[in-house]
């Protein structure tokens, strides 16, 4: 019978040969990779290990790590499969000091629990008001603890546990935690984790913990967004997989323990082994076992590679799925604000796989639910982005889906313009070509693409050709002109946005946008306007709402609006503006609204930043069993670093700006307020029109004014209010209100003033009703449309409008070079926007 297991005990001889080769190897790899690289990136990691790898095999130090049992235990507990999430649960394993974990997506929090939860792990908050007392009972009963968004400082009670500060008292181990003597159980197990994306430790700490990055890897993410599209597309495929998981696991372990079983037979064998019956009974019982789970395993090897084969069927979405998730997660290096969790996410991910057109056909079922979940997307973020953000969102959103045919260098040129020494070619026509434009077209030439614009054999390139080029610089559309031959057809579109960057870069943004309507569609240059209904439906009373604010935007008219609309006004509705000692009278008024199920608002948060931890507390507590059906719980607050993170993660955020554009703006005020006329429409498209010319700086208004929201609604209410009250529009009256009053209020230059009365003329006049096509601008294409139903107005707006936006320094009183004051500080803000999330990416 013995015989029948050398074949297995030759190889298991010869993997242990093989062990004791690479295991200086191992040693020193493992060593390096659990002491230094825990905090560092993917990227960053595998050049080190590639590097020490290199150095061993040159000093001819074999090596190969991992234990394929242990791993896959810790994947069914949730840790990713990819390689950087593996080397992290490696290091957690092997590490002599605690691990730290940066995990802003939970991935770290989620394996730590599942895998210790058998052990009886315990979970802390600095927050919790007994979390020393659990600290000390774990310590001393040997059962791990798992403490949980922490921030950049830890207790300064925790660093004797840090260090490991153990001494021997009666013969036990002991810790002294503060004034606190405890018995220190061998067992004991420390798990630290923060949702912190880039926090900054001081040395003195980083020293006493072992870091650890465990934000998740795209590889990581694409294989759970997988798991997720097959298990609600192909639930049986899924559930399959999954036990087969389970089983090859437990196969596995059940060999294991039969070739430790048969170690210790022989080892206690005493004589002729041959002649032990018992012996040979256990090794007989062993073989039987080890042959069925073999032939068992065998066959779960073979289904699992059928099944995998049919989920890769999946992969485009879970691949596309994963690099949306990262163009949102980049969106923290731009605002504070700006958080997104992968729970959050991957909720969006579900619903849009439950909502999107359905088809037995794969590839049409994938293209209704990459187009779906892409655009759902892009609406759930544009209304928590500033409106100075939700183009760049688009196009960082189109670059990153179309990375793979996009030259990074030409990508980064058209951000920085590049950088060079002093150049040594003649600018062929200073007349009009600017030096810094002519550098940059140099630059340029250094790209493949771009070979001979400059100057070569080539008869079109600029040296030569400069009144050619010069069509571009003149033109009032240069992105719609074509390029001289050939360049217009050897070009791509984002490298003919090199050249407008160089030549004119203040039409870069309408360049983008063109881009951007041509790779994605029309739609993703159109954010929804600010819909605070929508917005609530997609919130419940454990989650938050949070208006972020900009200057000049005061949410709160709208949302004592929509309050009454909801009949959620008196005593339903309490509202305190947050600052020093209102921190225990907001307390009270959440724990009263949280059990009568009214509605809370927190005015200023961003003035409160030391009760924001006593906030993020409360809002951990939130759960269906205490919170009322009916409460809703409404932050307000500036951008700022100290707001706390899980709060921004898993509430709905909004900001309320003025849209950007005079359609956009005019669409909002006509789907936010009563569904009346001419009036109305023209009141409506002043308050866009002074909005607008803000973005023109010092050639739309000599001071910037903070006109708003606010000064729209009062003007509304005062003109029904003389509407209903007289037989005929008192046009003088309400002329002085609306722009001496409130708009005028804000205004303190004369000609200022002046000009918004002149502006305000074209509004409120009795042609505006009597004509039926009255006209706003000379060219006639701006015009009040015939009376009719409020769907007719926004169907107006949203058509006719849109087809007239390339002359809209027509309506505006301006020439068409103005905007050229207008496009290079969106460009520039937009550009080193990009800029600073490239960086942040090169970085990882």
């Not at 359905?358 to 049409?364: A, D, F, H, P, V």
């Not at 320094?809 to 207008?822: E, M, N, P, Q, R």
Request: hydrophobic share 40%.
């Amino acid at each position: 019978m013995v015989s029948l297991l050398i074949c297995r005990w030759c190889n298991a001889a010869n993997d242990l040969q093989n062990t004791y080769d690479n295991l200086t190897g191992d040693v020193l790899i493992s060593a390096g990779v659990i002491a230094y690289l825990g905090a560092f990136t993917i990227a960053f990691r595998q050049a080190c290990t590639k590097d020490w790898s290199k150095l061993c095999k040159v000093r001819k130090f074999i090596l190969t790590l991992g234990d394929p049992i242990k791993i896959r235990a810790w994947n069914i507990a949730g840790l990713p499969t990819d390689n950087f999430s593996v080397d992290n649960g490696v290091i957690v394993d092997n590490s002599r000091r605690w691990p730290l974990m940066i995990d802003p997506q939970g991935q770290a929090n989620k394996w730590i629990k599942n895998s210790e939860k058998e052990n009886q792990l315990s979970v802390i908050k600095f927050t919790d008001t007994d979390y020393m007392r659990t600290l000390e009972n774990c310590i001393q009963f040997g059962t791990p603890l798992l403490l949980e968004n922490v921030g950049e400082e830890l207790d300064p009670s925790l660093e004797p546990l840090l260090l490991r500060q153990t001494f021997k008292q009666g013969g036990m181990d002991c810790i002294r935690l503060g004034e606190t003597v405890i018995e220190y159980s061998s067992d004991f197990k420390f798990f630290i984790t923060t949702k912190l994306r880039n926090p900054h430790y001081m040395p003195e700490l980083a020293t006493k913990v072992s870091l650890l990055n465990f934000m998740i890897t795209p590889e990581g993410l694409e294989d759970q967004l997988l798991g997720i599209v097959v298990a609600k597309e192909r639930p049986e495929l899924e559930e399959e997989r999954n036990a087969l998981i389970l089983l090859s696991a437990a196969n596995k372990k059940q060999l294991k323990e039969i070739e430790k079983k048969i170690l210790e037979t022989l080892q206690s064998s005493e004589g002729n082994i041959l002649e032990d019956e018992s012996a040979i009974m256990v090794l007989d019982s062993a073989k039987i076992m080890s042959n069925e789970i073999t032939k068992k395993q065998q066959v779960a090897e073979k289904t699992e590679i059928k099944i995998a084969e049919s989920r890769e069927g999946y992969r485009p979405i879970a691949k596309h799925s994963s690099v949306l998730f990262f163009s949102i997660a980049d969106l923290a290096n731009i605002d504070p604000m700006y958080q997104y969790s992968l729970s959050w996410f991957v909720n969006l991910y579900i619903n849009s796989i439950h909502d999107s057109n359905k088809s037995k056909i794969l590839e049409k079922r994938l293209r209704y639910l990459n187009d779906h979940f892409t655009y759902n997307l892009y609406c759930n973020v544009c209304r928590s982005l500033f409106e100075k953000d939700k183009l760049l969102f688009s196009f960082l959103l189109c670059c990153n889906l179309l990375m793979k045919e996009i030259e990074q260098q030409e990508f980064m040129f058209l951000l920085t313009g590049g950088v060079g020494l002093k150049n040594k070619y003649k600018n062929p026509d200073p007349s009009w070509l600017q030096d810094k434009s002519w550098d940059e077209l140099c630059r340029a030439s250094d790209f493949s693409a771009f070979r001979g614009l400059r100057y070569s054999k080539n008869p079109f390139h600029i040296s030569e050709n400069a009144s050619e080029w010069r069509k571009i610089y003149d033109s009032k559309e240069p992105h719609n002109i074509p390029l001289p031959k050939p360049w217009d057809k050897t070009l791509n579109e984002l490298q003919k946005m090199i050249i407008l960057r160089c030549l004119r870069s203040d039409k870069i943004s309408p360049a983008i946008t063109i881009f951007v309507t041509d790779k994605l569609g029309k739609k993703f240059v159109e954010p929804p306007p600010f819909d605070l209904t929508k917005s609530y439906l997609d919130s419940n009373s454990t989650i938050p709402l949070i208006f972020v604010l900009s200057p000049g935007a005061d949410p709160m008219s709208s949302l004592l609006k929509f309050a009454n609309d909801k009949n959620m006004v008196g005593n339903k509705f309490q509202a305190i503006s947050l600052g020093q000692g209102q921190g225990p009278i907001a307390t009270k008024m959440i724990r009263e609204g949280m059990e009568e199920g009214t509605w809370v608002c927190l005015q200023n948060c961003h003035l409160a930043v030391s009760w924001m931890p006593m906030l993020e507390k409360i809002c951990e507590e939130f759960n269906n069993d205490t919170c009322h059906p009916f409460f809703r719980l409404w932050l307000t607050s500036y951008p700022s670093p100290k707001f706390p993170v899980t709060i921004l993660q898993n509430g709905v955020k909004m900001t309320n700006e003025s849209p950007t554009g005079l359609r956009l703006n005019l669409l909002q005020s006509y789907l936010s307020d009563p569904t009346w006329e001419k009036l109305l429409f023209g009141v409506c498209f002043f308050h866009a029109l002074v909005q607008e010319r803000k973005k023109f700086g010092p050639l739309g208004w000599n001071i910037p004014y903070g006109f708003n929201e606010s000064d729209l609604r009062i003007s509304i209410r005062q003109l029904q209010l003389f509407i209903n009250e007289y037989d005929h529009v008192p046009f003088e009256a309400i002329s002085y209100l609306t722009g001496e009053c409130n708009y005028g209020g804000r205004v303190t230059d004369d000609w200022d003033r002046r000009l918004l009365m002149t502006m305000l003329d074209d509004f409120y006049n009795p042609d505006i009703i009597e004509n039926p096509r009255f006209t706003f601008s000379p060219s006639g294409n701006y015009y009040a449309p015939p009376k009719g139903t409020y769907e007719d107005y926004i169907e107006f707006i949203k058509v006719t409008l849109f087809l007239c936006t390339m002359e809209a320094h027509v309506i505006f009183g301006l020439i068409a070079l103005a905007s050229l004051h207008k496009y290079p500080v969106r460009y520039e803000e937009s550009m080193n926007t990009v800029l600073v999330q490239e960086m942040e990416r090169f970085n990882k």
